[in-house]
C-alpha cells in the first residue's frame, strides 16, 4: 500500500485516549478532523527518546505559534495503549492543547501506509515518524521520515508550511 499523500484525504479509523475525567474514550479520525485545519503527527514510540526530547516538545512549544496560524488541533498518534500514552502526556508539565492518541494495533497506522516493522529490536510494528497538515481530511503537507530519522516532520517544519 503506498503512503499517504498530498491531496489524499485521510481515512478514517478509531484511535483512544483518557479524557479530562479520566474517562476512555475511542474517537473517530474523521470526528477529530473534519471540517477542521489539524496536525497529525506520529512517533515510533512512547517515552522514546528522540519522540520523548525533540519530536512532542517541538509540538508543545510551538503549539500557541501554530493555532495563531490557523491550526485547530495537534494530534499525536503513537502505536502504544492509551494507558502508556495517558502516563506518557503526563510526563509534560502542560501540553497545550496536544492529544495524546493510541493506535495500540496499528490498524490506523497500517491504513496511512506509513508502518515501521522494528521487530528486529522487539519492538514489533510501529509508525513512522511523520507530520501531516490536514485541512477538512484533506492532506496538505505529508513530511514523513525514513528510518528512524527526525529531519522534516517536526513543529518548525510544518510552521514553514503554514
Not at 484525504?9 to 476512555?24: E, K, W
Not at 517515552?47 to 525533540?54: D, E, H, V
Not at 515518524?129 to 513543529?155: C, H, M, P, W, Y
Amino acid at each position: 500500500m503506498a503512503p499517504i499523500a498530498v491531496g489524499d484525504v485521510i481515512p478514517d479509523g478509531t484511535l483512544a485516549y483518557f479524557d479530562d475525567q479520566d474517562q476512555l474514550q475511542k474517537e473517530s479520525v474523521h470526528t477529530l478532523a473534519a471540517g477542521k485545519k489539524v496536525i497529525l503527527f506520529a512517533v515510533p514510540g512512547a517515552f522514546t527518546p528522540t519522540c520523548s526530547l525533540k519530536h512532542v516538545p517541538g509540538f508543545i512549544e510551538k503549539a500557541d505559534e501554530l493555532k495563531s496560524k490557523g491550526v485547530d488541533d495537534i494530534l499525536c498518534i503513537s502505536v502504544n495503549d492509551p494507558f502508556v500514552m495517558k502516563a506518557w502526556a503526563k510526563t509534560y508539565p502542560e501540553t497545550k492543547n496536544v492529544k495524546f492518541l493510541a493506535d495500540g494495533s496499528a490498524t490506523y497506522t497500517h491504513a496511512l501506509g506509513l508502518e515501521l516493522d522494528l521487530s528486529e529490536k522487539g519492538l514489533g510494528v510501529r509508525s513512522r515518524r511523520f507530520a501531516l497538515l490536514v485541512d477538512d481530511l484533506k492532506v496538505k503537507v505529508a513530511n514523513i521520515e525514513s528510518g528512524g530519522e527526525f529531519t522534516v516532520s517536526g513543529a518548525e517544519d510544518i510552521l514553514k508550511a503554514l
